[in-house]
C-alpha cells in the first residue's frame, strides 16, 4: 500500500460531431433537423465538448466528415468522443445480419444498390471508431425515418447493431420502427446537462422519458459497451442542504390518483364525497347510477365469521380513513392507515400503499417496497394491483425486468376486470415484447381496457386508428378514441384529438375547436399541449395574435421540461425597466440573505433572481452563489459560460470564492479555453483573499508544473498555508511532500502528524494516507489496531482506497481478529466504487473460498473487472484463469493478450507468464525471440521467476546464442530474489563450472538454499 496526494481530474479531451440532414432532393425533406441538432450540440458545449457542426452533407462530405472526426479522436487518447447524426436512415434489406446507411442529402435510393453509393454504413463506422484509442464514443442514430423499402416486407426503421469495444449506439426508437422528427433530441440536450448520470444513466433517462411522452408510442434504446463510468456533467449531484422531505403530490394530481384508483360502487362514492365538483364528478355519478352498480363481493365465509366480519369492516374503515387522509394530504397518516388495512386483508389498501410507495407520494420512493404491495394485493386477487406489478416487470422497477412476468400479470389483472392490465397486454402485443407482434390483437384489447374506461388505452386505440396498425386507417374512429381518452383526463388524448381538428383530419377543420383542447392537455401537465397553445397564439391560428400570451404558455411548457419552449421564452422576453431599486450595502445584503434562504429552501428559481439582484448590488457573494446554481444547473439552465460570467463579475468585486471558482473553470477548460497560466493568477489572487481552497489550488498547480515551471518550495509554501487556514487538502498533500522528500527533506513524522491532522478534519484521502503509516510504522510505532479504525472512517466517507485497505486488514488479522467475511464486504465495496485494487481482492476471496465458498466464475468476473479498470494484478489472474480454463471456458488467445497487457503496466509476473505462453506456443505461434523479451522486463522488474526463465533460455541457447556466463547471472539474479529453481540451477553451473570455475562449496551452499526455499530435488544435493 502507497501513500497518494490528492489529484484533481485532468481535463479531458471531448470532441462531438453533429450532422442535421434537412434538405434531401429525392426524399422526404426533413426541415426540424437543423433545430434538433442545434438543441444537441448547444447541450455538448455546455458540458465542455468541442462541437464540430455539418449541415445538409452529401455522400462524400459525410465520409470526409467522419474521417475527419476520426482522425482528430485518434490524435486525443483517453478523449470522448459524441456524435449525433439526425436524418435520413435505412437498413439493408437484402443483409441478414443487419446493419443500417446515414444516407447523404442527394441519396435517390431506387434499387438496393444505391444504398452503398449514397450512405455510410453504420457497423463500420463502429467498428473504426472503436480502434481510435478513444475512451468512450458515443453514436447517436436519430435516423429511424420513413424511407423506401424496395418493395419488401418488414423493412421499416433500423436493425441492431452490435457497439464495439468503448461504444455506446443510440437509437431514436425501436427496432423496425419509425421516429417523428423533434420529439428524440430536447429530451437528449435536457438529460446530457443533467448532473449526477453516467452515460448508461443518460440514455436511461432518455429512453424513459421519451416513452413517457409519446405514450410509449416511440421507444429509443441503446447497446452499450462502454466499461468506465463517464459522466457528461459530473457523477455527483451537489446536495445542497437540508436534505428534502419527500415531495407532496399537488391537489389536483392527488384527485387524479383518487380517481384512477376508483374500481366500484363504495370508490366513486368516496371521491363524489371529497370532489362533489372535481374533475370526474360527472364520470363517477354516471357509473353509480349504472345499472349493476355493485360494491366487490365479500370473501368467502371463514371458520370464524364474526371475528372475520369484524376484521374485515376494521380494514376497510381502516381504507377509507386512509383514503380521506390521503386526499386532505395528510399522507403520513395515510400511509398508518392504508398499512393497517393491508395487514387487515384490504388489498385496495395493499395497493394504495404500494402506489405511495411507487410514486414517493409523501414518503421516499421505493420500488422493491411498492413492487411487494402490489403483489401482495395481487395474490389476494384485486386486478390493479396484478396490473401495477405487470407494470413493474416492463419496466423494471423494484423487480428484474422480464416481459413474460409482465404478461402473466398483465393477463391476470385484465382477466380479473382491470382496464390497466388489458392496456399493457395490449402494448406488448402492439410492440411484440416477448409474443409475436399483433396490432390487431392489441387493438382487440386496448378496445376492452378502454371499456373499463383506462383513458391511456382509448388513446392507444385512436392511435392505432390513426396510424392504421392492426386494421384499416380509421379517422373517425382515432377521433372517438382521442375524445374519450381526453374525457378522461389523459392529456395526450386532449392533445392529439386537438390536432385532428386541426388539421381536419376525420372531421372539418376547426381551430376553434383545437384550442381549447390543446388547452386542457396543458392544464393536465402536458408540455406540448402548452406549446400548441403557444404556437397558436403566436401565429394567430384560429384566435387573436398575442406575443405575450404565447409567452406565458410558452413558459408552461418549458416548466414542464419542453428544451426547445424554453428557447421560445427567450426569443419572445421583454426587456421592461426595473423598479426603482434601494442598492446600499445593508439592502443588498438582505436580498442576499433570502436568497441563502430559498437555496437551502430548495427553492433555486427564486434563489437566482434574489442572488442577481444582490450581484447587481454589489453584493458580489450574491454573484458567487449564482455562478454556483449555473455551473450546476439549479434552478436555471446549466451555463457554464454565464457561471463563469458571475464569477468574474464577483473576483473583480473582491470575492475570493468568485476567484477560486473560476480558477477551476481555467485549470479545467470548463466554459472557457483551457489557461493553467490565467488559472494561477486567480489562485493566487484568491488566496491572497484569504481564500484557502485558492492557497490549495495554487499550490497544486506549482507542485505538478501547470502553467509555468513546476516549484517544489513554492508549491509548499502555498499548502502550507491552506493547512494553517484550515484546508484539509492541504494538510493531506503537504503530507506527500514530507512523505516523498517533494522541495523538502523526508520527514515521515512530520508527514504522518500532517495526514492526522487532515482526516481528523474529515479529509478521508489524508485518513487512508494517516491509516497507510500507522499499518506500515512508518513516521512512529506500528498501530494496526488504529489502523483499521482510520481505514474504516476512510471508508465510510467514501475514500474506496480505505475500504480496500480496511479489508486487507480484515484479511490478514492486523489489528484484530481475522474476518474473511468482514474482509470481503469492504473489498466488495472497494470494487463496486471503482477501486479495482478490491476487485483484485474480492476475486481472490472467491478463487480460494475465503470468506465465502469458491466461486471461480465470480472470482473470474471480479479479475475481468479489475483489469478492465486497469488493475495489473487483476489481468494477470485473469489470465491464469483463461490459460487453465478456471471460472470459464480456456482461452489462449485472451489469456496471452491479458498476460501482454498487465506486463505493459510493468506486472513482472504477468511478464513471466506472457513469456511463457510465447515459448510454448499457447495462443500463438511459438516464437522464443518474443518469449526472451518479456523474460528479460521480468527479470529487470526483479521477478524471480522470469530471470530463471530468462537463465534458462541463455543456457540453452533458445532465442539467443549460448552463454553460460549470462545464465549464471540470471539464476544467481534469481536466487537472491529467493527463487528456489534459479537456485537449483546456479548450483548445477557451480558444480559443471559451466560459465565460470566449479566451485563444489558454492554448489552446496546454493543447492541448500534451494532446498530451504521448497524445492526438494535440491535437498539431496545439499547433502552430499
Avoid at 419 to 448: F, I, N, P
Amino acid at each position: 500500500m502507497m501513500a497518494g496526494g490528492f489529484s484533481k481530474a485532468e481535463a479531458q479531451a471531448r470532441l462531438a460531431l453533429v450532422i442535421d440532414q434537412t434538405a434531401y432532393t429525392k426524399l422526404t425533406p426533413l426541415p426540424g433537423t437543423e433545430k434538433e441538432a442545434g438543441l444537441v450540440a448547444d447541450s455538448l458545449t455546455k458540458v465542455g465538448f468541442k462541437v464540430t457542426r455539418v449541415h445538409n452533407a452529401n455522400k462524400s462530405q459525410l465520409d470526409t466528415a467522419f474521417t475527419n472526426f476520426r482522425r482528430a479522436l485518434a490524435a486525443s487518447p483517453d478523449a470522448i468522443g459524441f456524435i449525433y447524426y439526425t436524418g435520413h436512415g435505412t437498413r439493408d434489406p437484402s443483409d441478414e445480419g443487419g446493419d443500417n446507411y446515414l444516407l447523404g442529402v442527394e441519396a435517390d435510393l431506387q434499387v438496393e444498390a444505391d444504398l452503398e453509393a449514397y450512405g455510410v454504413k453504420l457497423g463500420s463506422l463502429t467498428a473504426q471508431f472503436s480502434r481510435t484509442n478513444a475512451r468512450a464514443v458515443i453514436i447517436v442514430a436519430d435516423a429511424c425515418r420513413n424511407t423506401p423499402s424496395f418493395g419488401k416486407a418488414g423493412t421499416k426503421g433500423l436493425v441492431a447493431v452490435a457497439a464495439e469495444s468503448n461504444t455506446l449506439i443510440a437509437f431514436s426508437t425501436d427496432l423496425g420502427d419509425v421516429a417523428d422528427v423533434g420529439v428524440y433530441a430536447p429530451v437528449l440536450a435536457e438529460q446530457i446537462v443533467r448532473p449526477g448520470q453516467d452515460i448508461t444513466q443518460v440514455f436511461g433517462a432518455v429512453q424513459i422519458e421519451v416513452s413517457k411522452r409519446t405514450g410509449k408510442k416511440q421507444r429509443p434504446w441503446s447497446n452499450n459497451r462502454i466499461y468506465d463510468r463517464i459522466c457528461l456533467v459530473s457523477c455527483e449531484v451537489a446536495p445542497p442542504p437540508p436534505l428534502p422531505q419527500p415531495d407532496k403530490p399537488s391537489a389536483w394530481e392527488v384527485e387524479k390518483t383518487v380517481w384512477s384508483m376508483a374500481r366500484d360502487c363504495t370508490d366513486y362514492q368516496a371521491y363524489l364525497a371529497d370532489y362533489p365538483a372535481g374533475a370526474f364528478a360527472s364520470q363517477a355519478k354516471a357509473r353509480l347510477s349504472a345499472s349493476g352498480c355493485q360494491t366487490q363481493k365479500p370473501p368467502a365465509p371463514s371458520p370464524n365469521p364474526q371475528q372475520d366480519d369484524y376484521n374485515s369492516q376494521q380494514a376497510a374503515k381502516d381504507y377509507d380513513d386512509g383514503l380521506k387522509a390521503y386526499t386532505n394530504g395528510n399522507f403520513t397518516s395515510a400511509r398508518g392507515l392504508f398499512e393497517k388495512a393491508c395487514n387487515g386483508g384490504s388489498m385496495k389498501g395493499c395497493n394504495y400503499l404500494g402506489f405511495m410507495y411507487d410514486q414517493g407520494s409523501g414518503v421516499a420512493q421505493d420500488y422493491s417496497r411498492a413492487a411487494s404491495l402490489y403483489k401482495k394485493a395481487c395474490d389476494g386477487n384485486f386486478s390493479l394491483g396484478c396490473s401495477n406489478l405487470g407494470s413493474f416487470y416492463e419496466n423494471g422497477f423494484g423487480v428484474t425486468q422480464s416481459y413474460s412476468q409482465a404478461r402473466v400479470y398483465y393477463e391476470k389483472g385484465c382477466n380479473t376486470g382491470d382496464g390497466m392490465g388489458c392496456s399493457g397486454l395490449g402494448w406488448l402485443y402492439e410492440q411484440g415484447k416477448d409474443v409475436t407482434v399483433d396490432a390487431a390483437k392489441a387493438r382487440t384489447l386496448y378496445d376492452t381496457a378502454c371499456t373499463r374506461l383506462y383513458a391511456q388505452a382509448c388513446f392507444n386505440l385512436g392511435y392505432l386508428y390513426e396510424k392504421g396498425r392492426g386494421g384499416a386507417v380509421d379517422f373517425g374512429k382515432a377521433l372517438s378514441f382521442y375524445k374519450k381518452a381526453c374525457d378522461n383526463a389523459y392529456a395526450l388524448g386532449c392533445n392529439n384529438l386537438a390536432v385532428l381538428y386541426e388539421n381536419g383530419t376525420g372531421v372539418a377543420k376547426d381551430l376553434t375547436a383545437a384550442l381549447p383542447l390543446y388547452d386542457k392537455a396543458c392544464t393536465n401537465k402536458e408540455s406540448i399541449g402548452c406549446s400548441n397553445v403557444a404556437r397558436l397564439y403566436y401565429n394567430g391560428f384560429g384566435v387573436a395574435k398575442n406575443l405575450s400570451t404565447a409567452r406565458t404558455y410558452y413558459q408552461k411548457a418549458c416548466d414542464l421540461g419542453d428544451t426547445a419552449s424554453c428557447e421560445q421564452v427567450k426569443s419572445l422576453s421583454q426587456v421592461t425597466p426595473p423598479p426603482p431599486v434601494d442598492n446600499s450595502p445593508a439592502a443588498m445584503g438582505k436580498v442576499y440573505d433570502d436568497g441563502v434562504t430559498a437555496y437551502n429552501n430548495r427553492d433555486y428559481t427564486t434563489a437566482v433572481r434574489l442572488f442577481d439582484q444582490a450581484c447587481n448590488g454589489r453584493e458580489y457573494r450574491g454573484c458567487t452563489y449564482n455562478g454556483y446554481l449555473y455551473e450546476r444547473g439549479l434552478g436555471v439552465s446549466m451555463d457554464y459560460t454565464k457561471a463563469n460570467a458571475y464569477y468574474t463579475k464577483a473576483c473583480t468585486g473582491g470575492n475570493s470564492t468568485g476567484c477560486n471558482n473560476l480558477a477551476i473553470a481555467y485549470e479545467n477548460g470548463r466554459g472557457v479555453t483551457q489557461d493553467y497560466v490565467q488559472a494561477r493568477t486567480l489562485y493566487t489572487k484568491s488566496c491572497s483573499l484569504d481564500e484557502m481552497a485558492g492557497c490549495f489550488g495554487i499550490g497544486y498547480l506549482l507542485d505538478n508544473g501547470k502553467g509555468g515551471a513546476r516549484d517544489y518550495v513554492q508549491a509548499r509554501t502555498y499548502y502550507d498555508q491552506a493547512c494553517t487556514g484550515g484546508s484539509m487538502l492541504g494538510c493531506n498533500n503537504l503530507g506527500v511532500m514530507f512523505e516523498n522528500g517533494k522541495g523538502v527533506a523526508v520527514d515521515l513524522a512530520r508527514a504522518r502528524t500532517l495526514y492526522e491532522k487532515g482526516c481528523t478534519g474529515d479529509n478521508m484521502v489524508s485518513c487512508n494516507n494517516f491509516g497507510i503509516m500507522l499499518e506500515n510504522g512508518k513516521g512512529g510505532a506500528m498501530d494496526n489496531v488504529k489502523a483499521r479504525q482510520i481505514y474504516e472512517k476512510a471508508c465510510t466517507g467514501q475514500n474506496y482506497s480505505g475500504c480496500d485497505n480496511a479489508g486487507g486488514l480484515w484479511r490478514e488479522g492486523k489489528g484484530g481478529v481475522q474476518d474473511f467475511g468482514k474482509a470481503l464486504t469492504f473489498h466488495t465495496r472497494a470494487c463496486d466504487n471503482g477501486t479495482f485494487s478490491g476487485c483484485t481482492n474480492a476475486g481472490w476471496m472467491y478463487e480460494m473460498g475465503k470468506g465465502t465458498a469458491v466461486d471461480m466464475t465470480k472470482a473470474r468476473a471480479l479479475y475481468e473487472k479489475g483489469c478492465n479498470g486497469g488493475n495489473s494484478i487483476a489481468c494477470n489472474n485473469l489470465g491464469i484463469m483463461m490459460e487453465n480454463g478456471k471460472g470459464g471456458s480456456m482461452d489462449n488467445v485472451k489469456a496471452r493478450q491479458i498476460y501482454e497487457k498487465s506486463c505493459s503496466d510493468n506486472n513482472y509476473g504477468a511478464c513471466d507468464n506472457a513469456g511463457n505462453m510465447w515459448r510454448d506456443g499457447k495462443g500463438t505461434v511459438m516464437n522464443y525471440d518474443t518469449a526472451l523479451v518479456y523474460y528479460q522486463k521480468s527479470c529487470n522488474g526483479n521477478f524471480g521467476t522470469g530471470c530463471t526463465n530468462l537463465g534458462v533460455f541463455y543456457e540453452m541457447g533458445r532465442g539467443t546464442a549460448v552463454d553460460f556466463v549470462k545464465a549464471r547471472q540470471f539464476y544467481e539474479k534469481a536466487c537472491n530474489n529467493n527463487e528456489s529453481i534459479g537456485c537449483f540451477n546456479l548450483a548445477r553451473l557451480y558444480a559443471n563450472g559451466s560459465g565460470g570455475a566449479v566451485d563444489a562449496v558454492k554448489a552446496r551452499e546454493t543447492y541448500k538454499k534451494s532446498c530451504d526455499r521448497g524445492y526438494q530435488a535440491a535437498c539431496a544435493y545439499a547433502k552430499e
